[in-house]
């Protein structure tokens, strides 16, 4: 680690003003402080000093993301050998399901980084950490069949117009990764459809494969057509869908870290899981078809729910920030994700619209709620004054 930390340093004057590649400095940075933190000190003001720093923060998020992750790619390969009927050991199942999630990762982390890299050099500031994250958390949400060249085109979308149009990472009032989804959902909906295709090998394409149903639970719900799958097969994952976001139990175990590491708030996910299962229950008393029929638990483990529950909804910048607006903001995503998939069949997957609904009505929240603390506190004090003078 000393010898790469001294090459580093020696490599470092290149790069600043008036160096060769005095352009590159802020890429430079990146990486830099990426491997190692500088030894950079406050030498005025007042600071608030911390051993983890936003880089550090991003890194436990990905961690979290990693059971999802890894999950994801071994479900990827089972579904593709048990579409073509073929019985292959646990390897194989992950060595195929690599070769498929892997180049998706590099692509969107690739096209993502270079916009980061190109607007940190246009303005000369710091590149912004918080790719780190979305780079994981776009290729989580979609479907493994999905082009590259789609996956490059979305999230290129998500980096500037979710984020670089309104300053960068912090600023941003939609999820960057949701919003990557929302572009495919809507610009090339055929890939984002209730269906998951897997790869026929045979034909060397991706198409359905014949005797196979790719359909999701959600799909089969919507349908009426199919067999849905048992509770243990949602709840453990094995059943098509996006990548991440088949197995409740993986995306809890990550949940259980993010709440471990204070990183993600415990109050927004379980507002979400409460307000799903609340609107649920609503509609099992009317119970007109056979969706709203459906036990109310069963919505927390189909489709993405889970996932955007535990590493969406707690997006730290687009969610509430006050105590009180993450209660209100996680129970109406669950609330509006319910109410989406069972009424409007057009959007089978209502997490993704309800959470970007509510990212641009968190403000308004806080809002409110700052706005209730101020005439609770001031009717507080002129009650105390009132008192006093008595």
């Given at each position: 680690m000393k010898a790469l930390i001294n090459l580093i340093e020696?490599?470092?004057?290149?790069?600043?003003?008036?160096?060769?590649?005095?352009?590159?400095?802020?890429?430079?940075?990146?990486?830099?402080?990426?491997?190692?933190?500088?030894?950079?000190?406050?030498?005025?003001?007042?600071?608030?000093?911390?051993?983890?720093?936003?880089?550090?923060?991003?890194?436990?998020?990905?961690?979290?993301?990693?059971?999802?992750?890894?999950?994801?790619?071994?479900?990827?390969?089972?579904?593709?050998?048990?579409?073509?009927?073929?019985?292959?050991?646990?390897?194989?199942?992950?060595?195929?399901?690599?070769?498929?999630?892997?180049?998706?990762?590099?692509?969107?982390?690739?096209?993502?980084?270079a916009v980061e890299f190109m607007f940190a050099s246009a303005r000369d500031h710091e590149v912004n950490e918080g790719f780190l994250v979305s780079g994981m958390l776009i290729p989580l949400v979609i479907p493994v069949t999905t082009p590259l060249w789609m996956v490059a085109v979305a999230t290129v979308f998500a980096v500037v117009i979710g984020k670089e149009v309104f300053g960068g990472t912090g600023m941003n009032i939609l999820n960057p990764a949701l919003l990557a989804r929302a572009f495919l959902f809507f610009a090339y909906p055929a890939y984002l459809s209730g269906e998951v295709w897997v790869y026929d090998a045979l034909q060397e394409g991706q198409q359905f494969v014949d005797g196979y149903s790719g359909a999701t639970a959600l799909a089969v719900m919507f349908s009426g057509e199919g067999n849905m799958p048992s509770d243990f097969d949602m709840f453990f994952g094995f059943i098509p869908g996006s990548i991440g976001e088949t197995s409740t139990f993986a995306i809890l175990l990550g949940a259980i870290v993010l709440v471990a590491t204070g990183i993600g708030s415990f109050k927004i996910m379980a507002s979400v899981f409460l307000g799903g299962l609340f609107m649920g229950w609503i509609l099992n008393i009317f119970a007109v078809n056979d969706f709203m029929a459906m036990p109310a638990y069963k919505h927390l483990i189909m489709g993405g729910f889970a996932f955007g529950a535990v590493y969406m909804a707690t997006d730290p910048v687009s969610a509430s920030q006050t105590n009180t607006g993450k209660y209100i903001y996680g129970i109406m995503i669950g609330v509006l994700t319910v109410l989406i998939r069972v009424l409007n069949p057009a959007y089978p997957e209502g997490m993704m619209l309800a959470i970007l609904f509510m990212n641009v009505f968190a403000p308004l929240i806080d809002h409110y709620v700052v706005e209730a603390n101020i005439k609770k506190r001031l009717k507080r004090m002129k009650k105390v004054r009132i008192q006093t003078q008595v």
């Open positions: 020696k490599l470092e004057p290149n790069f600043h003003k008036g160096g060769r590649f005095e352009k590159l400095y802020r890429t430079f940075e990146a990486f830099q402080t990426l491997l190692y933190v500088k030894g950079d000190v406050t030498r005025s003001g007042s600071h608030i000093r911390d051993a983890i720093d936003m880089k550090r923060t991003m890194f436990h998020v990905i961690i979290a993301l990693i059971p999802p992750l890894l999950f994801g790619i071994w479900n990827v390969g089972y579904q593709h050998y048990k579409a073509i009927g073929l019985e292959v050991d646990f390897i194989d199942q992950v060595i195929f399901g690599l070769t498929k999630v892997l180049p998706i990762i590099i692509v969107s982390y690739v096209s993502g980084l």
